[in-house]
């Protein structure tokens, strides 16, 4: 079991890039980029779905190269390395956002591909490190404690910045553009306690035999060898396969609503800037209690369960969001209420918070539960293609759809997605997975 400082240590690292992730990926930037350097208003449906392009980019590279880089991690000493290249990369990138003006449109997807790389890659990175932390059955406790810690970190930068920026409209851009150099410096300050306390994990050789290294070519074709290993092994592997299947359709849903829901809060309910605020000031704080709560849950009830009652919650969530116009005229209706679009969705996006964080705690919980030892950074690798995979198919889906139908319509997508995902997880067999890990 690690000690408690260097835990706290790993937990940092989420709570450092979630500054990047809300402030660029969720509440400021993606309504930027749509409303006021693409532009395209009434509808915006070219910016949102150039925003999908862009990230589906990101992720794209992050599945060539991630996978690769874990099985190079396991074989050799460097996964600080590693998550130290990663972390830089999304610093400097995210810090140039400043740069970007009205209409310069390649200049921003081209740093937002560059930083959400980095970014992604490096959660990869960093939950390679969770099955050196202790035994399997603290590792839900483990894990929800990074999540709960991230979306404080989420919750405190975007709290600092909007409140010295000024609310998220086109006339404030002078003042916005400086959302970038203020996230990067949150990441470049907030994981320091990462790279003094987290050590470097030993190395467990696992049973894929190589020769000597001795350069570089050596570490890549090592690479390359232990992902066809890994892939013609799956099969022993069965239920971490089926559970990363299900993970696909539910991180497809996922990466919609943390790369759109902002924007459908802007185009589609029209909300004030106080219910912005509102909005995300309660679903970090709900997403953290999920995180934490669930996080205890999962080593009482197992990451399976969880998991499987966090999908549940997802389908109601997404189901108030998708007909939050119409829920609002039945409530009204029904109970003689005065109730507003953006109330009835802040309600939803509660719900939705609490969600998040159980379920991204869950599902990191599990797949170190049913990761074989001396592979973690290997299978976190392919944890990390898997989310990120799904998190093309999902925001393109999303993207390509909207600009048929229109966004509200599209949202339903997350729908279909999160309940194929409980589908599939109903198949999964925590105990069996487990055993297999071990042999």
Request: aromatic letters at 12%; one cysteine or more.
């Amino acid at each position: 079991m690690a000690s408690k400082r260097e835990i706290f240590g790993w937990a940092m690292f989420d709570l450092a890039n979630q500054a990047y992730t809300t402030l660029i990926i969720t509440v400021v930037f993606g309504v930027i980029f749509t409303r006021v350097i693409v532009g395209d208003g009434p509808d915006y449906r070219l910016g949102n779905l150039l925003w999908s392009v862009s990230l589906a980019v990101s992720y794209a590279l992050v599945i060539l190269i991630a996978p690769i880089c874990g099985a190079i991690m396991d074989h050799a000493a460097v996964k600080k390395r590693f998550l130290f290249a990663s972390y830089l990369l999304t610093v400097i990138s995210t810090a140039c956002l400043y740069f970007v003006a009205p209409g310069q449109i390649a200049l921003a997807m081209t740093l937002i591909i560059i930083s959400n790389f980095g970014y992604a890659v490096g959660e990869s990175f960093i939950a390679g490190f969770l099955p050196s932390l202790g035994p399997p059955e603290k590792l839900g406790r483990i894990s929800g404690f990074g999540w709960a810690l991230g979306y404080v970190g989420g919750l405190l930068a975007t709290g600092f910045v909007l409140l010295g920026l000024g609310g998220i409209a086109e006339d404030n851009f002078a003042n916005l553009r400086f959302v970038g150099p203020l996230a990067a410096l949150f990441f470049l300050v907030g994981a320091i306690p990462t790279f003094l306390w987290l050590r470097e994990p030993r190395i467990q050789r696992a049973s894929a035999g190589h020769g000597p290294v001795s350069s570089r070519l050596d570490y890549l074709r090592i690479g390359f060898n232990r992902v066809a290993w890994t892939l013609t092994r799956l099969g022993r592997f069965r239920d971490l396969g089926l559970f990363l299947g299900s993970l696909f359709f539910a991180m497809a849903g996922l990466s919609i609503i943390i790369s759109f829901a902002f924007i459908y809060g802007d185009q589609i309910i029209r909300w004030e800037p106080l219910y912005q605020m509102l909005m995300f000031v309660l679903t970090q704080i709900t997403a953290a209690a999920g995180a934490f709560l669930f996080g205890l849950l999962q080593d009482r009830i197992g990451a399976k369960r969880t998991y499987n009652l966090t999908l549940l919650l997802w389908i109601a969530a997404v189901a108030m969001i998708a007909a939050t116009p119409q829920l609002t005229l039945m409530l009204n209706h029904l109970a003689g209420l005065s109730l507003q679009p953006q109330q009835v969705f802040l309600g939803a996006g509660c719900m939705a918070g609490f969600g998040l964080g159980s379920l991204q705690s869950s599902a990191r919980a599990l797949v170190g539960r049913l990761t074989p030892l001396g592979k973690a950074a290997e299978f976190f690798g392919f944890w990390g293609m898997t989310v990120k995979l799904a998190a093309i198919f999902g925001i393109l889906g999303l993207g390509v759809l909207q600009v048929r139908f229109g966004l509200q319509f599209s949202v339903l997508l997350c729908l279909v997605f999160f309940i194929a995902a409980l589908i599939i997880a109903l198949t999964v067999n925590e105990q069996r997975g487990e055993l297999a890990a071990r042999i």
